[in-house]
């Protein structure tokens, strides 16, 4: 239901950011799921060598996942293991949140750290020592002068999970078993919904197992380098000189110091680091929840809010956990006295912000442990709620206030008559009527039939109305997909048509930074097009930054 333009979107950031070929690649992939390099050939008819550029494009930005699957053997032929490859669409649209990512490394860790994480961000993936050049290229230094600072940077990063090592290239991937179709109940249009959402959940499975069985276990992805390991109490990772020599041990400490010297060129020169886009979206959502409860309460709670996710943000094991792990008063009184926001705040006004938060109505922190000593943040119903007022306002926006009071009910209500509906949402019975069908007809609600007799006669039947809320999200997410990649297709289209003058903009910036002359200049007409690009291209790109807001809301938060 939200694949096809999900699909276009991902494909048409591709061809934004690497080309036509590279995009041609990727929408093979994306639309066709996994397949092994023959099939890819044959789709695209592509020569080996375009091919060939092409995956390594999207591998090295990690938007394709290569793995290896055992085939058994059929009649004569002996079993082999094939090599596939799958396109993340997931990691193709968090390209969209580059500048998220980028202000919310700045604002924690300062803008070493995000630099650093723009270059991983530009290429992709790096090895420590690349990120050294890079840094040392930028900076027109050394890198003996620049490589000390980046370091202790890089290992911030990594402490803080931003960063993480590349998965496994090509993980073996067991056959997935396949299981009998089951029967689906007849009806006019049941048995073509039914089969798109089997075909969805049949590709996230696959997409989910796949990706599950690539990544490393946490405590290989974010194993610091051997050079930036803090060995002994000195810090610098050199043996103590002073330290008495066993006889016979000498030859074995020297073996173990040799070794350690290779690791730590290995892990320079060879490893691969990636941005973690995992714990950048946990951060996006915790984000998200604190805007929901500054919304709904005040500030102080937010602000309470804020502190406690930060200190549970360790024990979370996936960036869609339903809720946090139980705080006591007393680290919760710490965490918060911890921040700017919180220095200022009485134990009274903490209290208060959490019992605002855990009262029934609202529910977003709930009280656990011997006497309720200990709070527990329900993230999800956080973000249900904001889900929830995006809804209401779509509904308000296409179908006018009396729609929106009748969706709200049956939220709140569930399953109601028609005459119920119009008494309780002060709507007219005609009125309500034609509501309903309108909301019917755009799937946000459903109608049940119960029948009194066997004949199912209309007039002796009751039609009890309802919302479907998980249909509703997967609706409201397509069409947001679909807005959103409407939007990048009218900023490509707009870049395309004024691409001579920018490109003579380039080339005007270009010498005035190099400090040479140009003979080039902009006509006033040319001057007038570039600020109209310029503004259009503002006015769009807000636009997309702000849907994809909501497309975080209802997918990866």
Known sequence: MAMRHKCN????????????????????????????????????EMNASQLRNCLLVLVQHNCVQGFKIFQEAVGPNPPKVLTSYLGLTDNILHRMRFPKFLSIVRDELGEEAEALLEGLLEHGRLT?????????????????????????????????HYIERCPASEPTVAPKVVEPPKKVPRGPSSKGRAAKVAAIKNLESDYDRIVSVAAALDTERFRMPSSLEEVGETGDGDVSMTDPVVPGQKRKRDALAMDAKTMAIVDEKEVLWRANYEELIRKLRHQACVAQVKTRIDAAAGSVLAAMLEMTRSSETT?????????????IMQAVTMTPEGRTMTMERIRGALHQMAQETIGFITRTGEGGSSYIINMHKIIELGRRNEVEAIVLQRFGRESCRIFRLLMMKGQMEQKQIAGMAMVQLKDARELLYRLLKEQYVVVQEVAKTAEHSAQKSIY??????????????????????????????????????????????????AGAETHVTLTQRQHEQVKRIRRVASILEASLLKLDNAILLFYDF
């Not at 050294?132 to 803080?160: C, H, M």
């Not at 339903?322 to 008063?329: E, F, H, I, R, Y």
Request: hydrophobic share 45%; charged share 25%.
């Open 128 to 160: 420590l020592e690349q990120v050294v050049q890079r840094a040392a290229a930028r900076a027109g230094k050394a890198e003996t002068e620049v490589e000390l600072p980046l370091k202790q940077t890089f290992a911030a990063l990594v402490r803080s």
């Open 9 to 44: 979107l991902s494909c048409d950031l591709i061809h934004t950011h690497f080309g036509e070929l590279v995009e041609k690649v990727c929408r093979c992939l994306v639309y066709k799921g996994p397949l092994v390099l023959a099939e890819i050939a044959r789709y695209t």
């Open 464 to 513: 009890l109305w309802n919302i479907n809320w998980d249909t509703v999200k997967l609706l409201v997410l397509d069409d947001m997909y679909h807005a959103a990649a409407n939007l990048q297709q009218r900023l490509s289209h707009e870049l395309e048509q004024e691409q001579e003058v920018l490109e003579l903009l380039k080339q005007i910036q270009a010498a005035k930074a």
């Open 319 to 331: 960036s869609k956990q339903q809720v946090s792990a139980p705080l006591s008063m007393t680290v």
